[in-house]
Protein backbone atom coordinates (compact mmCIF):
# COMPACT_ATOMS: atom_id res chain seq x y z
CA UNK A 1 0.00 0.00 0.00
CA UNK A 2 1.14 3.19 -0.87
CA UNK A 3 1.74 5.73 1.61
CA UNK A 4 -0.18 9.36 2.10
CA UNK A 5 1.68 12.51 1.66
CA UNK A 6 1.77 14.87 4.37
CA UNK A 7 -1.22 16.96 5.32
CA UNK A 8 -0.83 21.08 5.15
CA UNK A 9 -0.84 22.76 8.34
CA UNK A 10 -1.29 26.28 7.43
CA UNK A 11 -3.05 28.42 10.10
CA UNK A 12 -6.52 29.03 9.09
CA UNK A 13 -9.63 28.55 10.86
CA UNK A 14 -13.04 27.53 9.12
CA UNK A 15 -17.09 28.97 10.33
CA UNK A 16 -19.60 26.75 9.61
CA UNK A 17 -22.86 28.92 10.30
CA UNK A 18 -24.47 31.71 8.38
CA UNK A 19 -25.13 33.91 10.89
CA UNK A 20 -23.86 37.36 9.75
CA UNK A 21 -23.22 37.95 13.07
CA UNK A 22 -20.90 34.85 13.87
CA UNK A 23 -18.91 35.82 9.86
CA UNK A 24 -18.04 39.34 11.40
CA UNK A 25 -17.25 38.31 14.50
CA UNK A 26 -14.63 35.02 13.48
CA UNK A 27 -13.17 37.55 11.01
CA UNK A 28 -12.08 39.65 13.21
CA UNK A 29 -10.78 37.59 16.06
CA UNK A 30 -9.03 35.77 13.22
CA UNK A 31 -7.26 38.93 11.87
CA UNK A 32 -6.87 39.53 15.75
CA UNK A 33 -4.30 36.24 15.67
CA UNK A 34 -3.23 36.18 12.71
CA UNK A 35 -5.24 33.74 10.67
CA UNK A 36 -6.56 33.08 7.39
CA UNK A 37 -10.49 32.91 7.48
CA UNK A 38 -12.83 30.39 5.32
CA UNK A 39 -16.55 29.91 5.14
CA UNK A 40 -18.63 26.57 4.62
CA UNK A 41 -22.21 27.15 3.61
CA UNK A 42 -22.64 23.54 4.38
CA UNK A 43 -21.07 20.05 6.03
CA UNK A 44 -20.35 18.76 2.74
CA UNK A 45 -18.20 21.96 1.71
CA UNK A 46 -16.68 21.74 5.13
CA UNK A 47 -15.57 18.51 5.36
CA UNK A 48 -14.09 18.98 1.73
CA UNK A 49 -11.92 22.18 2.74
CA UNK A 50 -11.00 20.05 5.92
CA UNK A 51 -9.67 17.16 4.17
CA UNK A 52 -8.05 18.90 1.62
CA UNK A 53 -6.32 20.96 4.21
CA UNK A 54 -6.71 20.96 8.11
CA UNK A 55 -7.75 23.63 9.54
CA UNK A 56 -6.21 25.06 13.51
CA UNK A 57 -9.68 25.75 14.57
CA UNK A 58 -13.23 24.83 13.06
CA UNK A 59 -16.44 26.94 14.90
CA UNK A 60 -19.31 25.21 13.88
CA UNK A 61 -23.63 25.79 14.56
CA UNK A 62 -25.91 22.75 14.96
CA UNK A 63 -28.92 24.69 12.77
CA UNK A 64 -27.40 23.99 9.30
CA UNK A 65 -29.74 23.28 6.48
CA UNK A 66 -29.65 19.81 5.36
CA UNK A 67 -27.09 18.72 7.40
CA UNK A 68 -26.50 20.00 10.90
CA UNK A 69 -23.22 20.51 12.27
CA UNK A 70 -23.74 17.43 14.85
CA UNK A 71 -22.78 15.50 12.06
CA UNK A 72 -19.71 17.68 10.97
CA UNK A 73 -18.14 17.54 15.08
CA UNK A 74 -19.19 13.68 15.08
CA UNK A 75 -17.11 13.04 11.59
CA UNK A 76 -14.15 15.10 13.16
CA UNK A 77 -14.37 13.25 16.27
CA UNK A 78 -14.40 9.77 14.43
CA UNK A 79 -11.32 10.48 12.79
CA UNK A 80 -8.02 9.48 13.74
CA UNK A 81 -6.31 11.92 11.10
CA UNK A 82 -8.79 14.71 12.21
CA UNK A 83 -9.96 14.25 15.94
CA UNK A 84 -7.10 16.50 17.26
CA UNK A 85 -9.09 20.41 15.37
CA UNK A 86 -10.29 22.02 18.52
CA UNK A 87 -13.85 22.39 17.86
CA UNK A 88 -16.41 25.09 19.04
CA UNK A 89 -20.20 24.92 18.62
CA UNK A 90 -21.70 28.37 18.31
CA UNK A 91 -25.57 28.44 19.51
CA UNK A 92 -28.11 31.18 19.88
CA UNK A 93 -30.32 29.61 22.55
CA UNK A 94 -31.01 27.88 26.33
CA UNK A 95 -31.85 24.45 24.84
CA UNK A 96 -28.73 24.91 22.38
CA UNK A 97 -26.88 25.44 25.13
CA UNK A 98 -28.04 22.15 27.05
CA UNK A 99 -27.89 20.33 23.84
CA UNK A 100 -24.35 21.05 22.63
CA UNK A 101 -22.80 20.14 25.85
CA UNK A 102 -23.20 16.61 25.39
CA UNK A 103 -21.62 16.79 21.54
CA UNK A 104 -17.85 16.50 21.65
CA UNK A 105 -16.56 19.87 21.03
CA UNK A 106 -13.78 21.81 22.48
CA UNK A 107 -16.43 24.45 23.65
CA UNK A 108 -19.71 26.13 22.88
CA UNK A 109 -20.29 29.53 22.10
CA UNK A 110 -23.18 31.94 22.65
CA UNK A 111 -23.68 34.02 19.97
CA UNK A 112 -25.92 36.50 22.19
CA UNK A 113 -22.67 37.05 24.72
CA UNK A 114 -19.85 39.16 22.94
CA UNK A 115 -19.56 36.86 20.08
CA UNK A 116 -16.16 38.19 19.00
CA UNK A 117 -14.67 38.27 22.80
CA UNK A 118 -15.87 34.56 22.75
CA UNK A 119 -14.05 33.42 19.90
CA UNK A 120 -10.85 35.22 21.10
CA UNK A 121 -11.37 33.28 24.04
CA UNK A 122 -11.89 30.35 22.13
CA UNK A 123 -8.72 30.40 20.07
CA UNK A 124 -6.41 31.71 22.91
CA UNK A 125 -7.30 28.58 25.09
CA UNK A 126 -6.45 26.22 22.38
CA UNK A 127 -3.15 27.68 21.63
CA UNK A 128 -3.67 29.92 18.93
CA UNK A 129 -1.80 33.45 20.01
CA UNK A 130 -2.76 37.14 19.38
CA UNK A 131 -0.29 38.60 17.15
CA UNK A 132 3.01 39.30 18.89
CA UNK A 133 2.74 36.51 21.36
CA UNK A 134 4.65 33.36 21.51
CA UNK A 135 5.74 31.29 18.48
CA UNK A 136 4.58 28.04 16.98
CA UNK A 137 5.03 25.09 18.95
CA UNK A 138 7.02 23.73 15.94
CA UNK A 139 7.87 26.43 14.16
CA UNK A 140 8.93 26.33 10.42
CA UNK A 141 9.11 21.95 10.63
CA UNK A 142 6.01 20.47 10.19
CA UNK A 143 6.03 17.06 11.37
CA UNK A 144 3.70 14.58 11.39
CA UNK A 145 3.06 12.76 14.78
CA UNK A 146 1.42 9.01 15.77
CA UNK A 147 0.03 9.63 19.40
CA UNK A 148 -0.54 6.07 20.73
CA UNK A 149 -3.04 7.33 23.65
CA UNK A 150 -5.81 5.39 25.19
CA UNK A 151 -6.98 8.07 27.92
CA UNK A 152 -9.68 10.79 26.44
CA UNK A 153 -8.03 13.74 28.49
CA UNK A 154 -4.87 12.72 27.57
CA UNK A 155 -5.83 12.39 23.81
CA UNK A 156 -7.52 15.82 23.49
CA UNK A 157 -4.90 17.76 25.47
CA UNK A 158 -1.83 16.18 23.50
CA UNK A 159 -3.51 15.90 20.17
CA UNK A 160 -4.58 19.67 20.28
CA UNK A 161 -1.62 21.13 21.57
CA UNK A 162 0.16 19.10 18.53
CA UNK A 163 -2.45 19.99 16.31
CA UNK A 164 -2.68 24.10 17.02
CA UNK A 165 1.43 24.46 17.30
CA UNK A 166 1.58 23.07 13.52
CA UNK A 167 1.98 19.21 13.73
CA UNK A 168 -0.19 16.70 11.67
CA UNK A 169 -1.51 14.54 14.15
CA UNK A 170 -2.98 11.11 13.87
CA UNK A 171 -4.47 9.57 16.92
CA UNK A 172 -5.08 6.01 17.90
CA UNK A 173 -5.76 4.30 20.78
CA UNK A 174 -3.56 1.54 21.14
CA UNK A 175 -0.78 -0.52 20.54
CA UNK A 176 -2.11 -2.44 17.62
CA UNK A 177 -3.69 0.51 15.66
CA UNK A 178 -0.37 2.17 15.87
CA UNK A 179 0.97 -0.91 14.08
CA UNK A 180 -1.27 -0.86 11.66
CA UNK A 181 -1.46 3.17 11.28
CA UNK A 182 3.00 2.96 10.89
CA UNK A 183 2.19 0.36 7.81
CA UNK A 184 -0.19 2.69 6.35
CA UNK A 185 1.14 6.28 6.70
CA UNK A 186 4.83 7.61 6.86
CA UNK A 187 5.62 9.67 10.40
CA UNK A 188 8.27 11.57 11.87
CA UNK A 189 7.83 10.95 15.29
CA UNK A 190 5.51 8.80 17.54
CA UNK A 191 4.32 9.26 20.79
CA UNK A 192 3.36 6.08 22.82
CA UNK A 193 1.36 5.65 25.60
CA UNK A 194 3.23 3.12 28.22
CA UNK A 195 -0.27 1.36 29.37
CA UNK A 196 -2.77 0.58 26.92
CA UNK A 197 -5.30 -1.88 26.15
CA UNK A 198 -5.04 -4.80 23.57
CA UNK A 199 -1.09 -3.78 23.27
CA UNK A 200 0.70 -1.73 25.42
CA UNK A 201 3.07 0.88 24.53
CA UNK A 202 6.30 -1.19 25.61
CA UNK A 203 5.00 -4.22 23.34
CA UNK A 204 3.98 -1.87 19.97
CA UNK A 205 7.69 -0.48 20.41
CA UNK A 206 9.36 -3.70 20.61
CA UNK A 207 7.29 -4.82 17.56
CA UNK A 208 7.90 -1.81 15.54
CA UNK A 209 11.61 -1.98 16.26
CA UNK A 210 11.60 -5.90 15.12
CA UNK A 211 10.02 -4.36 11.71
CA UNK A 212 13.01 -2.47 10.96
CA UNK A 213 11.07 0.73 11.78
CA UNK A 214 13.72 3.38 13.20
CA UNK A 215 11.08 6.28 13.48
CA UNK A 216 11.84 8.22 16.96
CA UNK A 217 9.58 6.49 19.62
CA UNK A 218 8.70 8.98 22.68
CA UNK A 219 7.35 7.20 25.91
CA UNK A 220 4.78 9.25 27.19
CA UNK A 221 3.72 8.11 30.81
CA UNK A 222 2.43 9.50 34.21
CA UNK A 223 5.26 6.91 35.92
CA UNK A 224 8.33 8.77 36.58
CA UNK A 225 11.25 7.25 34.28
CA UNK A 226 13.18 5.26 37.00
CA UNK A 227 9.96 3.62 37.96
CA UNK A 228 9.79 1.96 34.31
CA UNK A 229 11.58 -1.58 34.73
CA UNK A 230 11.74 -2.79 31.06
CA UNK A 231 14.94 -3.81 30.19
CA UNK A 232 14.24 -3.31 26.51
CA UNK A 233 13.13 0.29 26.99
CA UNK A 234 16.02 2.36 26.19
CA UNK A 235 16.87 -0.09 23.33
CA UNK A 236 13.60 0.80 21.69
CA UNK A 237 12.66 4.22 23.08
CA UNK A 238 14.20 7.50 21.78
CA UNK A 239 13.00 9.89 24.66
CA UNK A 240 10.58 10.05 27.36
CA UNK A 241 7.79 12.78 28.39
CA UNK A 242 6.15 12.51 31.88
CA UNK A 243 2.21 13.53 32.23
CA UNK A 244 1.33 16.37 32.66
CA UNK A 245 3.08 17.09 29.23
CA UNK A 246 3.52 20.97 28.70
CA UNK A 247 3.94 22.76 25.61
CA UNK A 248 7.35 23.70 26.75
CA UNK A 249 8.40 20.18 26.89
CA UNK A 250 6.70 19.55 23.25
CA UNK A 251 8.46 22.15 22.03
CA UNK A 252 11.72 20.85 23.75
CA UNK A 253 11.02 17.70 22.53
CA UNK A 254 10.61 18.51 18.79
CA UNK A 255 13.83 20.57 18.20
CA UNK A 256 15.75 17.22 18.99
CA UNK A 257 14.12 15.69 16.84
CA UNK A 258 13.48 18.54 13.61
CA UNK A 259 13.92 17.77 10.24
CA UNK A 260 13.64 14.53 9.80
CA UNK A 261 11.15 12.63 7.17
CA UNK A 262 10.98 8.91 6.58
CA UNK A 263 10.96 6.43 9.17
CA UNK A 264 11.92 2.34 7.82
CA UNK A 265 14.82 1.04 8.06
CA UNK A 266 16.85 0.87 4.67
Known amino acids: MSKSAPTSTCPWILLVDPSEVSRKACKEAAKNHSLEFKIAETVPEALALIYKSKPAAVLVTPGLAVMRGNVLVAALSSSTGHRSIPVAVIVQSD ?5 SKEMESTTVIDRREGM ?8 ERVGLEREGGPGSIVEAYKPRILLAEDSPTSQLILARMLHVGGA ?4 VEDGEEALTAVKENDFDIILMDIEMPNMDGL ?11 EIPIIAVTGYEKNKITSEDFE ?4 GFLQKP ?10 RLHSGRRGGTAA
Open 116 to 123: QASVDEFL
Open 168 to 171: DVTV
Open 95 to 99: AAVAS
Open 203 to 213: EAAEKLRAQGI
Open 235 to 238: KNFN
Open 245 to 254: VTKNDLQILL
